[in-house]
């Protein structure tokens, strides 16, 4: 036990490159101590002794330490390798030996190991590169906060939202730089704050992603005032047109019967005929201001429609009641899900009313059908109602208030509609239908307010 211990410490004590040669001297001596002896008790000159022990034992020596050279050598290379790439040193490369042997395949791959590295930071500063101007360049602002909110990134236009340059931004919390309220809430949504010469409406978005292996949140400001003044500017110009063209179809045959009025009283007042003249006038002028008023009422009622009051609503018991009210054919109802949603009854009402009786209206141009029908997703609910019809001409102006293909419609139920739905969080969209004649109107909304899928806020991919 003792000599195992003492044999353990003396492992313990060699190093590596003392090791090596010692053991290459201990496996050599018994057949050097044998070659000296008989060379020794053997009939030579004791000058040929002498000179052929210097020589074994030279020669023993020599082979000894090319061995340690041959091992410790490429061992030692093999440290300078890992250590250079440890510390992110990728130029470095060894001699190869070839990858006929264990050792040479070693080098190799070691080098192999080193190029890939370096392959892959080339890959990466290319990359961050690449991401440092495309965050340089947007105009969106982008933040990113680490757990305890405080700032860890921000680009050139967050910079210029706060007003402030990188320097004195960077470890800021955002309750000190005004966007705390971006760290919590629904997202994506609009929002009217100041921050700096930020005034305006922005659109927040929201992500959360692991940066050195912690979790940060990602926020997105775009600045909405610009599209929002352009936007209005067209509407107000699509407002203006439409205005002066009802109008000036409701004066201009006033303003020429007015005018045939007035000779005709110049010329005959008392006649049958100037007063039969007189009450075709006046029918006239009174309808077309009565188009007029119902016109301007039609579009007041577009612009003043209410924000939704959310409360329960079964949309079985809804499907049912509205399909009731169309008396000129029967609605077929499809069994779907009992579901519950939070929405405005009185809103929906009028929506699913405008599309039935749209439906009504193409099947009974060619003698078909209509059918509901309701199905559940993760977070929404989808109705359908859809005519045999002969299914939409035109799609480009559906949603164009006051456009209408009927001849007595006003054009205002399908604009009223999607503006419900969207109120709501939900979408309208009208299509054909691909295998026959007939449309299908989609209404798409949310089971619960305020609750929506990740999967819905767009952002830029290749950042997240």
């Not at 470095?92 to 395949?105: F, I």
Request: glycine share 6%; hydrophobic share 45%; charged share 25%.
């Amino acid at each position: 036990m003792r000599r195992q211990s003492v044999s353990k410490r003396l492992r313990r004590s060699l190093s590596y490159q003392r090791l090596i040669p010692s053991l290459a001297l201990a496996s050599g001596l018994p057949a050097i101590v044998v070659a000296l002896v008989l060379l020794w008790m053997g009939d030579f000159a004791p000058r040929t002794q002498w000179t052929l022990s210097v020589v074994i034992v030279l020669f023993w020596v020599s082979l000894v330490i090319m061995l340690r050279e041959r091992l410790i050598r490429p061992l030692l290379a093999v440290s300078n390798m890992l250590e250079a790439l440890r510390e992110g040193d990728y130029s470095l490369r060894t001699r190869s030996l070839g990858r006929e042997d264990a050792l040479g395949l070693i080098l190799h791959e070691v080098n192999e190991l080193a190029q890939t590295f370096h392959d892959q930071r080339l890959d990466a500063l290319e990359a961050s590169n690449l991401l440092t101007r495309v965050l340089s360049v947007i105009d969106v602002a982008l933040f990113s906060f680490d757990e305890q909110d405080r700032l860890r990134l921000l680009n050139r236009a967050g910079e210029s939202l706060l007003g402030r340059p990188e320097a004195e931004l960077l470890g800021r919390s955002a309750e000190d730089l005004g966007l705390a309220s971006c760290l919590s809430g629904v997202t994506p949504r609009v929002m009217d704050f100041a921050i700096a010469e930020g005034f305006g409406r922005w659109e927040l978005r929201r992500r959360t992603f692991r940066w050195e292996g912690r979790p940060h949140r990602l926020i997105v400001l775009a600045d909405l005032s610009q599209v929002l003044r352009e936007e209005e500017r067209v509407a107000w110009q699509r407002l203006i047109r439409v205005l002066s063209h009802e109008i000036n179809n409701s004066l201009t045959p006033i303003k020429s019967i007015t005018a045939s009025l007035e000779r005709v009283l110049e010329r005959d007042a008392g006649s049958p005929e100037a007063l039969d003249d007189l009450r075709d006038g006046l029918r006239v002028i009174g309808g077309r201001s009565e188009a007029l008023g119902r016109f301007m009422s039609s579009y007041a009622r577009l612009a003043r429609l209410p924000q939704p009051e959310f409360t329960d609503l079964e949309v079985a018991d809804w499907v049912a009641r509205i399909t009731a009210l169309e008396a000129r054919l029967p609605v077929v109802i499809e069994d779907g899900p009992d579901l519950t949603i939070q929405a405005d009854g009185d809103q929906l009402d009028q929506l699913l009313i405008n599309l039935v009786e749209n439906a009504t209206d193409a099947a009974l141009e060619t003698q078909g059908g209509v059918r509901v029908r309701w199905a559940e997703t993760d977070y929404f609910v989808e109705l359908e109602v859809e005519d045999d019809g002969p299914g939409l001409a035109q799609t480009a102006n559906l949603f164009v208030p006051f456009f209408t293909t009927k001849p007595t419609g006003s054009g205002i139920g399908l604009a009223l509609g999607r503006q419900i739905a969207e109120a709501h969080g939900g979408t309208l969209v009208l299509r054909n239908r691909p295998d026959v004649s007939g449309c299908v109107a989609r209404v798409r909304l949310p089971k619960q307010q305020g609750d929506r899928p990740a999967s819905l806020e767009a952002l830029p991919r290749a950042f997240l």
